[in-house]
C-alpha cells in the first residue's frame, strides 16, 4: 500500500515483500506500508527518489544486469539504481538504459542494434568490445541507426591507454550525442569510423588529452553547442 495521498505506481520485479525489498515508482513523498496498513516497512530495499513515468524495470547491483537486458523486450526502459555495474555489457535489441544519479558501469557497452538509448550513466571503465579494436566505453557495431547517447559522464580513470569514449563502426547512421561529459583521461571523446551518416553532436564538453572528435570521412554531422576544454591536440579531427 502507498499512503500519504500520493499516487504510485508499483514496477518492475517485487522480491522479498515481507521485508519490503521492492521497487515503484515514487510520484512524490510517500509512507510505505504493510498490508495490513500497521507498519511502515523498512526503507533499505527500496527507492523513495522520484523515478521518471515509462520506467519499466528498475535494477541494483545485485541483480544481473546483462540477463536483465537480454531477457527484456524491445522498447523496454530498464533503469540502474546507484551503485557500480561491471561490463561488458552487450545490447542486442532496442531499449533505452537510463541511470539514476549515482549509476556507474565500470566497463564497456557494445551496441549490436538500432534506435539505443544510454541517458544518465557515468562510464568509470572501458574494455575492448571487439576483436582488433581500440578501447572505448560505448561502442557502436557496422550500420546502427538511431542510438542515442545523452546525458552521461565519462570518467575512466588516469593511466587510460588510449582509451576512446564512444566509438562507432562503418557506416553508422543518425548518431545523437548530446549533453555528455568526457574527462581528461580519454584520448578521444567521439570516433566516428568511415561512411556514418547524419550524426549529431550536441552541447558535449570535452577535456581529453588527445581528440575532440574525429569524423573518419563523415557526412552530414550536425555538430553544436559543445565546449572543448584543454583537449590537447584538436578539437575536431
Known amino acids: ?5 500520493v ?16 521497487h515503484f515508482v515514487n510520484n512524490g513523498s510517500v509512507a510505505v506500508t504493510n498490508q495490513a496498513d500497521s507498519a511502515i516497512l523498512p526503507t533499505g530495499g527500496y527507492y523513495d527518489q522520484v523515478v521518471p513515468e515509462g520506467i519499466a ?6 541483480d544481473n544486469l546483462s540477463d536483465i537486458i537480454s531477457n527484456a523486450a524491445p ?29 556507474a ?15 544518465g550513466i557515468t562510464f568509470s571503465g572501458y574494455g575492448n568490445p571487439a576483436a582488433d579494436t581500440a578501447p572505448s566505453s560505448v561502442y557502436v557495431r557496422t550500420g546502427k541507426s538511431g542510438v542515442t547517447v545523452k546525458n552521461c559522464v565519462f570518467a575512466v580513470p588516469a593511466n587510460s591507454d588510449k582509451v576512446k569514449g564512444i566509438v562507432t563502426e562503418s557506416n553508422g547512421q543518425n548518431l545523437t550525442v548530446a549533453g555528455n561529459t568526457f574527462n581528461e583521461n580519454y584520448e578521444t571523446a567521439v570516433y566516428l569510423n568511415p561512411a556514418a551518416t547524419g550524426a549529431k553532436l550536441l552541447n558535449n564538453t570535452v577535456n581529453t588529452t588527445g581528440f575532440g572528435f574525429r569524423l573518419a570521412a563523415a557526412q552530414n554531422t550536425a555538430i553544436s553547442g559543445n565546449i572543448f576544454d584543454a583537449v590537447s591536440y584538436t578539437h575536431l579531427r
Do not use: C, R, W
Open 105 to 119: 558501469i565500470a566497463g564497456a557497452v557494445m551496441i549490436s542494434s538500432d534506435n539505443v538509448i544510454l541517458d
Open 1 to 5: 500500500n502507498l499512503t500519504g495521498g
Open 57 to 62: 524495470q528498475v535494477v541494483t547491483e545485485e
Open 7 to 22: 499516487v504510485g505506481a508499483f514496477i518492475g520485479h517485487m522480491p522479498n515483500y515481507a521485508e519490503g525489498k521492492f
Open 75 to 103: 522498447g523496454s526502459v530498464i533503469s540502474l539504481a546507484p551503485g557500480t555495474y561491471d561490463g561488458m555489457i552487450a545490447i542486442e535489441k532496442p531499449i533505452t538504459l537510463k541511470g539514476l544519479e549515482g549509476a
